[in-house]
């Protein structure tokens, strides 16, 4: 645990409020990355973290030692970002039963540079995830969390987790190799169709 932030936390605690700018500091840019990279958009990861940030100074007084304070704030912000995309899905199921138009999104250009540190399939595949897929490759192989902090952050055990994990990298790999299935689906057709 980082003592300078557990001290500054202890003094916010304590009526403080001018510390909480220390927190601001250090773990701004580290939600809002994590934040991006759940829901896809920088405006709307910009505007997560504002609400992140507010939801974890009104309730600083919950917090407990017990955990990291990254993992207490990381978990505020997954179950944001959580009921951000479900409230997406929703508007765009309603907006789509309403209106039958094609939607195009414009991506700033920080957002298409990040788009090619990807391939195109392995973007393919992690949009097909669900955002608790999502969240929890982000956290272990992006943010580097052990599957311990994972396990606090999501709520789950840390056996959940690293099954959960394994499971996913397992789906991931699925989806990102229907070519070689669709190859092998060409040649037993081609090899049927011979034989017939």
């Known amino acids: 645990m980082d003592e ?3 001290y500054r936390i202890k003094r916010v605690q304590a009526g403080k409020i001018q510390d909480y700018a220390f927190i601001v500091k250090k773990y ?6 994590y934040c991006w990279r759940l829901l896809g958009n920088e405006q709307e990861a910009e505007d997560a973290v504002q609400d992140i940030l507010v939801k ?5 007084n ?13 978990k505020i912000a997954y179950y944001h970002c959580l009921n951000l995309i479900r409230r997406k899905k929703l508007h765009q199921t309603l907006k789509l039963g309403l ?4 939607m195009t999104a414009t991506d700033s250009a920080a957002q298409a540079i990040e788009s090619q540190l990807f391939s195109e399939p392995l973007s393919r ?20 969390k052990s ?18 994990y394994g499971r996913t990298k397992t789906k991931l790999k699925k989806m990102m190799s229907p070519v070689k299935e ?15």
């Open 4 to 6: 300078e932030v557990e």
């Open 28 to 33: 701004q840019r580290q939600i809002l990355v």
């Open 56 to 60: 974890s100074f009104e309730k600083i």
């Open 62 to 74: 919950m917090y407990k030692p017990t955990v990291s304070f990254s993992s207490w704030l990381y």
């Open 99 to 102: 209106f039958t138009h094609n």
């Open 125 to 144: 595949a992690l949009n097909k995830l669900t955002a608790e897929e999502r969240s929890l490759l982000v956290l272990r192989i992006f943010e580097e």
């Open 147 to 164: 599957f311990g902090e994972i396990g606090e952050i999501m709520n789950k055990s840390q056996e959940a987790i690293k099954k959960k």
């Open 182 to 196: 669709e190859e092998e689906c060409v040649n037993f057709s081609t090899l049927f169709k011979t034989k017939a």
